[in-house]
């Protein structure tokens, strides 16, 4: 194996670098299966880019908070590892691309020097917690968030029950009713409220964007904080154990609940409550680090452009609940930017207000802790930075995926479209930099990187082909979505399909319309009124492909021809045995159980030993070219097909064997028998295996 020191104290987050790298080097040798080594590096925060023999690495960044010399730490591996830029993205995480995967554990090493993970920042697993970006200083807040965001962070990252789900999931905190932490499009979105005297949440369940967005479902509309974890625990074995895993399109926690029904769901989900070792988990958010404003004489300035300065202060500069202080939002376009930037800026906070910043669901950057005085100091060092245009969270503030620069599923320019956008509305609409109403919001797919079907005004890229079979970048143009608050919203009707070169024309309609019609209505209310029907009839001659031009077929941000091509990820360049990587997979479970059993973290052990073996009657499946699904589905087919038939004698039924994990509470003496039980069925299951083999 790889020899690779990483000078990191603590112990687990050592072992987990060091085994990325001995998984690495396996992967080369071809030792592991392709889609394999995927999951576990995409767990690991590795993503596959688009250009060939690259990766993005996300960077997993809790409720978007990074302290300043966080900041420094990610802007030295940019740096050493990549090309210097930094990427926000809509979960207020950061990402840098174009990375050899050969140098990814040592870059993982470097930036927990500083408590920074690339753990599960992909893959199938718990994804960053995001949480309103003005928890703890929001005006209208019963409380502040950020604790429990940080709790629910900490207590799943490498939790065995959430670490090879069938696909992601996603979990967000609101600070108020606003709801700006967006609770109705996650897997379970948490909106703080105060009953009798009791902090807790409203919980909503089961939303999700993508191709077929769902409003999530009110799961509790009231629940105290101690048992939001168990309640998060028993959602995902539910989800982890029932959810598909055979079609990647319907494998979200959105899809069961539909199947399932609500109540039959929450059922389960109580249910399990009894193999569940926390039945109760307080969360004290008085030992909670937050960070404290630097006490400091203002520097004497002289602002030039009092004007601008006081616009500034109108669009970008958010009073907080502490009194004195505010709170300075940056409009970072499309999420970019660079390393001297990043460092500058680490320098200002860290001397000049509360040493952090946190990132924003709109790819933006919030200061917070700005002495009032300060203010006027902050405009003159952040406008050296390019850091003053106006516009936070404004009309003009457009999200957008990086689409087809770097992702792999990209299919049109999101990122070029978005600046074109941005600058008709700076131009021509000037009267939007002040307007927080109107959304604008782009992606590069129907996977709603860009969060485009939750917008007043969205576009999704996508392909357009003519009769005489020439494929030209497109847009569909959704309208009418928006967020209503306390975990309400509407998502956008899919409205026409348009060149992606007459976006621009669109959204001059759309805004001239609004213009005209408006009677200071909010952007939902107007599309309500008029309906899907008025504005296809708006925009129904941009979708004539009879009449396109030369550059039609030429993407934003380009000069080639458009080619539609869906990047395709890494290649092992060799065939792997998958049911010898599943069974190695299962011995290195069983270790991780017997390890987790003696640091007495028997609910862990326990999960480990069942995973264990729900890989192993996979493998066996897989082997007899039987195809599988949820794990639910494997227990039920291995029963069906190998025990009921005396293939393989277990004295029980592997269903009995298996679901005592949801009977038992998680004690030591059952922890010590379950690993037992895990052993002797994977020796089993190898034993049949082997005499298949040697029959053939």
Known sequence: MQSFRTEIENPVVEKDIIDLANKIELFHNGKIDEEKFRSLRLARGVYGQRQHGVQMIRIKLPYGKVLSHQLRRIAEVSDKYSRSRLHITTRQDIQIHYVDINRTPELWAE????????????????????????AGIDVNEPFDVSPYAH?????FLRNPICQEMGRKFKVSFSATNE?????Y???LGFIAKIENGIKGFKVMLGGGLGSQPRHADIMYSFLAS????????????????????KSRAKARLKFLIKDVGLEAFKKLVEAEQNAIEFKSVAIDDTNYKASKPVSVAPPTVEIKNKEAYHLWKTTNVIPQKQEGYFAIGIKVLLGDFYTDKARLLADLVEQYAAGEIRLSLRQ??????VKADLLPFFYTELEKLGFTELGYNKAVDITACPGTDTCNLGIASSTGIAKELERVIKTEYPQYIENKDLVIKISGCMNACGQHNMANIGFQGMSIRTKDKLVAPGLQVLLGGGNLGDGKAYFADKVVKIPSKRGPEALRRILNDFEKNTNEKLFVDYYKEKGEKYFYELLKDLTNIENLSTDDFIDWGTKEKYVKAIGIGECAGVVIDLIATLFLESEEKIEEAKTAFNNTVYSGAIYEAYRSMVNSAKAILLSEKIKTNTQANIISQFDELFVSTNKVNLGISFSDLIYQIKMYPPTKAFALNYIESAEVFLKAVKAYREKDIAVL
């Open 364 to 369: 933006n950057i919030l200061i917070p802790f």
């Open 185 to 187: 499009m996650h897997d």
């Open 179 to 183: 709801d700006t932490g967006l609770s």
């Open 226 to 245: 101690d048992k939001i974890i168990p309640l998060m625990e028993g959602v995902l074995r539910i989800f982890d154990r029932y959810g598909e895993r």
């Open 151 to 155: 709790a629910i962070f900490s207590f």
């Open 111 to 134: 930036l927990e020097r500083d408590n920074v993970t690339l753990r599960e920042a992909c893959g199938n697993t718990v994804r960053n917690v995001t949480a309103s970006e003005t």
